[in-house]
T-cell receptor, first 114, second 115 residues
Framework: KAGVTQTPRYLIKTRGQQVTLSCSPI?????VSWYQQTPGQGLQFLFE???????NKGNFPGRFSGRQFSNSRSEMNVSTLELGDSALYLC?????????????FGEGSRLTVL | AQSVTQLGSHVSVSEGALVLLRCNYS??????LFWYVQYPNQGLQLLLK??????LVKGINGFEAEFKKSETSFHLTKPSAHMSDAAEYFC?????????????FGKGTKLSVIP
């Protein structure tokens, strides 16, 4: 069974640009979550989608947005990039077992903003 | 709001020694607790999870953790460290009733294993 796939793995952008990251969950998983990982703030929850609906959102500005498609694949977008957006963005999928369910993480997309 | 505290951002142990990584959580209701491991340039992998079935939880790679409600702790242990255990470990908590998947992570503990 293929794991969670994130693309691209690495990317470099300049301030003011926008970026779109993609996540393909494990086959059959309907929930996709996004996390931002930085050395200073650690792992922070961005948002979670289930059956194309955003169910929960973390404390991030509106520049951060996401969506989920009917095949459960998800994208997140960051507009007007700032230096502080440099981070590892992790996507995780789950099978819908409720709060006790395990999250399966992808390897992440490492974004560098210059 | 829920929170997780991991004591020690860096822990060094000798190969073959006991590994003990500490995790305390804040909660007024029973939480669900997880330990994840992250190797360099990789995502997070689940080591083990506590979901109220048993207080002593066994995970992969010889790790285990004990849930102690009175101490609000969920420390991770391994009897004998191996070089391959060198990685960063994250404790995480989720709460029932939130209606969604959201984990709150600790800051992480980087484990070094000395040969």
């Amino acid at each position: 069974k293929a794991g969670v796939t994130q693309t691209p793995r690495y990317l470099i952008k300049t301030r003011g640009q926008q970026v779109t990251l993609s996540c393909s969950p494990i086959s059959g998983h309907r929930s996709v979550s996004w996390y931002q990982q930085t050395p200073g703030q650690g792992l922070q929850f961005l948002f979670e989608y289930f059956s194309e609906t955003q169910r929960n959102k973390g404390n991030f500005p509106g520049r951060f947005s996401g969506r989920q498609f009917s095949n459960s694949r998800s994208e997140m977008n960051v507009s007007t990039l700032e230096l502080g957006d440099s981070a590892l963005y992790l996507c995780a999928s789950s099978g819908g077992q409720g709060m006790t369910g395990e999250l399966f993480f992808g390897e992440g997309s490492r974004l560098t903003v210059l | 709001a829920q929170s997780v505290t991991q004591l020690g951002s860096h822990v060094s142990v000798s190969e073959g020694a006991l590994v003990l990584l500490r995790c305390n959580y804040s909660s007024s209701v029973p939480p669900y607790l997880f330990w994840y491991v992250q190797y360099p340039n990789q995502g997070l992998q689940l080591l083990l999870k506590y979901t109220s079935a048993a207080t002593l939880v066994k995970g992969i790679n010889g790790f285990e953790a004990e849930f102690k409600k009175s101490e609000t702790s969920f420390h991770l242990t391994k009897p004998s460290a191996h070089m391959s255990d060198a990685a960063e470990y994250f404790c995480a908590v989720s709460y029932s009733g939130a209606g969604s998947y959201q984990l709150t992570f600790g800051k992480g503990t980087k484990l070094s294993v000395i040969p």
